[in-house]
């Protein structure tokens, strides 16, 4: 069984350039709260979408997020394309968490990776378990529409976020 190396939620890169999808009206209202929980939803679809075939579009971000710290999602995403390696089913997202002021969001939620596995050409490769864990998202209203545009949590809300 090989081993997988790098294989970890955490992006950053290339930035798309197009805008943002379509939302409802945000302000910092329960609708926006929500908005963005839904964002954050087709966010780790895209993630989890491109991670299992290892797509190297980075056009597939669109309208989902933008932002420098892309680079490290589209170097992975080479990197499994280069290697044949691609993830098998998906992360466990759970409690979500929104603060919203202006046009910020900030939001926390727990991701446990350990059921998201991966395999190099076919091959079951040896999991990293690394648990439910605490990670972060920012989300940015440009207009009507919301877009994630940074990832990480701070280590106030590291410290918070109950993820056990």
């Known amino acids: ?9 955490c992006s950053g890169g290339s930035e798309p350039k197009d805008e943002p999808r379509s939302t409802p009206s945000a302000s910092a209202t329960p609708d926006a709260s929500a908005e963005v929980k839904d964002l954050v939803s087709q966010y780790w679809d895209t993630v989890t979408q491109a991670e299992n075939s290892a797509d190297t579009d980075r056009a597939q971000f669109k309208g989902v997020a933008r932002g420098s710290f892309l680079e490290n999602e589209f170097r992975k995403l080479d990197n499994y394309a280069d290697q044949g390696i691609n993830r098998v089913g998906g992360p466990s997202i759970t409690a979500v968490e929104v603060s919203v002021d202006g046009t910020t969001a900030v ?42 545009t940074d990832t990480g949590l701070t280590k106030g809300q590291e410290r918070a976020k109950d993820c056990s």
């Open 1 to 9: 069984m090989l081993a997988l190396t790098a294989v970890s939620a």
């Open 107 to 148: 939001v926390s939620h727990c991701i446990d990776e350990d059921g998201w596995t991966a395999e190099k050409n076919g091959e079951a490769l040896k999991p990293i378990l690394t648990g439910n864990r605490p990670f972060g998202l920012t989300a940015t209203r440009t207009g009507d529409t919301w877009i994630i």
